[in-house]
């Protein structure tokens, strides 16, 4: 055991093992080495086995599960979309770390989706909801409802934001070009 109870403690500061207790509030598993994720008081709870912090300053902003969150796509390779997670939709915080969120294509929209990349391509601006906190920085995201999906399509070719021109289709005003995508109740286009 590294830190003790009522101990003082900084960002990244080492608690103990994951052999001997799971990670809890304000902690963060590193490789088997379970560490502080802000300033503050350890809190052991031996019954448990968990270790966790009471902040010593106005809590971060963190992400939790059905936190609707803004996001640009990274990647779209197979059954996944990779998605930067910009912050939390009406937040005027801005989260402590970059997290990387995941839509599987089951989670894209209701339906059937044969491609990913009829929903989703690289640049596009999205709105999104947390499913599931992994880690420090990872998050499975869900795009299957009204008011969330692509806010803002990139043009595959030009680059450029294109004009929404039906439900699922958009349209490039610099060359024309004509995409499918998730499109959000709530598109900019």
């Known amino acids: 055991m590294k830190a003790k109870n009522g101990e003082f403690v900084l960002p990244g500061d080492a608690l103990g093992v994951t052999e001997e207790f799971l990670p ?11 560490r502080s994720l802000v300033a503050g008081t350890v809190t052991i709870d031996q019954k448990n086995k968990k270790i966790s912090i009471i902040p010593k300053t106005k809590s971060p902003m963190l992400l939790k599960k059905g936190d609707v969150v803004l996001g640009q796509i990274r990647e779209v390779r197979g059954q ?21 969120g995941a839509i599987h294509i089951s989670q894209a929209r209701k339906g059937y ?21 992994m880690g420090v920085d990872n998050a499975d995201l ?3 409802e009204n008011e969330l999906g692509v806010l803002k399509a990139m043009c595959t070719n030009c680059r450029h934001f294109m004009k929404q021109i039906s439900k699922k289709e958009v ?3 610099n060359c024309g070009r004509k995409e499918t ?3 959000s109740s709530n598109y900019e286009g």
């Open 113 to 133: 989706v044969d491609k990913l990349t009829d929903d989703f391509r690289i640049g596009d601006l999205i709105q999104a909801k947390v499913t599931k906190v």
């Open 171 to 173: 349209k490039c005003p």
């Open 181 to 183: 995508r998730n499109i």
């Open 142 to 144: 869900t795009t299957a």
């Open 24 to 34: 809890s509030e304000w902690t963060y598993d590193d490789h088997g080495e379970i």
């Open 80 to 100: 996944r979309a990779l998605v930067d997670v910009d912050g939390i939709k009406d937040s005027k915080r801005s989260l402590p770390i970059t997290f990387l």
